[in-house]
């Protein structure tokens, strides 16, 4: 092979003629045929450093010529892309795959197996289900489960986890009238006893919820709240009421209020022994 450490433009180089206009111009070959380099090479190592580790101004230039100037003046303009995307975190609600859905009297047995939730003294009867669940199953709702199903698996019957029970009072709060059974209620379709109606009084503009109730294996994932206010919503996109009320012990009075009840004072209802607190939601304050 050629010895190419001392260039002559005059010769050809592996064969190949050197271009005209190399005619003239000696290209050194490496950093000691180039004084000025190897003046270089000599500092960087005196410095200590290995001449490899040395940038020279053209990589500098480089990196200025890759900066860009960002204006963000206009980002006000788009917040919602200028935002991480919501990242949803499955929650134990999710899991239950739940759907809310009017209750009939074909649920008084799994209504029966929701209210084991409550003390035995605070509890709804079966034929107080029965006799709801049978007059105003529009103001019912339950929240259920279905568990996911493998291709061509028989669909179960979903279970219930969750209830809201109701009836119509014409009071602006619970009463203990509203909350009991008629005598005759198989029968009579009213009874007034002294002037005021017991149970449901299909003319009230008030819905008195009986229960709230959520089975005990499911509490503390959030299905009492999501059924609260899918209840609230439908009862006010539905437009039959003027309010909702409700009786609470003390401990529930915020969780009622996070829903937009207010706390309307010590109920006189002696249902379950007494110590009750009313609570109301108005709908069309404004008006
Ligand atoms: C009250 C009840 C319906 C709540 O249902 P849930 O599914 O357990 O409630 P959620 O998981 O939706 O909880 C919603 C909020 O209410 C609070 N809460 C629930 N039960 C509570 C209780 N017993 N005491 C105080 N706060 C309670 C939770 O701390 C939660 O607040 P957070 O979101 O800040 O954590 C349910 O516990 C139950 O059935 N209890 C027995 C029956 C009863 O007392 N019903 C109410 C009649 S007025």
Not at 90 to 101: A, C, E, G, I, Y
């Amino acid at each position: 092979m050629a010895d190419q450490s001392h260039y002559d433009p005059s010769h050809p180089i592996n064969g190949l003629k050197p271009l005209s206009n190399g005619d003239g111009f000696s290209l050194p070959l490496n950093q000691h045929d180039d004084p000025r380099l190897q003046e270089y090479s000599d500092a960087m190592m005196a410095n200590g450093l290995p001449l490899e580790e040395v940038d020279d101004d053209e990589d500098e230039e480089d990196g200025e010529d890759d900066y860009v100037a960002v204006d963000h003046d206009d980002l006000n303009e788009y917040p919602y892309w200028f935002r991480r995307p919501p990242v949803h975190h499955r929650s134990k609600l999710d899991d239950l795959h739940p759907f809310v859905q009017i209750l009939t009297e074909s649920n008084v047995d799994d209504c029966v197996a929701v209210e084991e939730a409550f003390p035995e003294h605070e509890r709804c009867s079966r034929e107080k289900f029965q006799y709801r669940l049978g007059r105003c199953p529009e103001l019912c709702l339950g929240l259920f489960t279905l568990p996911i199903l493998d291709q061509g698996e028989p669909k179960p019957r979903p279970t219930l986890v969750g209830h809201v029970i109701a009836t119509r009072v014409s009071t602006p709060h619970v009463t203990d009238k509203s909350m009991e059974l008629p005598a005759n209620w198989k029968t009579e379709r009213l009874t007034v006893v002294d002037g005021e109606t017991v149970g449901h009084d299909e003319t009230g503009t008030s819905i008195a919820v009986h229960s709230l109730a959520v089975s005990s294996e499911h509490q503390g994932k959030g299905v009492g709240s999501t059924l609260m206010k899918a209840y609230i919503q439908r009862i006010r996109e539905a437009a039959i009421a003027d309010r909702i009320v409700i009786i609470a012990h003390d401990h529930l009075v915020q969780f009622y209020e996070s829903f937009g009840f207010t706390n309307g004072g010590p109920s006189k209802c002696q249902f379950g022994g007494g110590g009750w607190t009313d609570l109301v939601l108005e709908f069309n304050t404004e008006e």
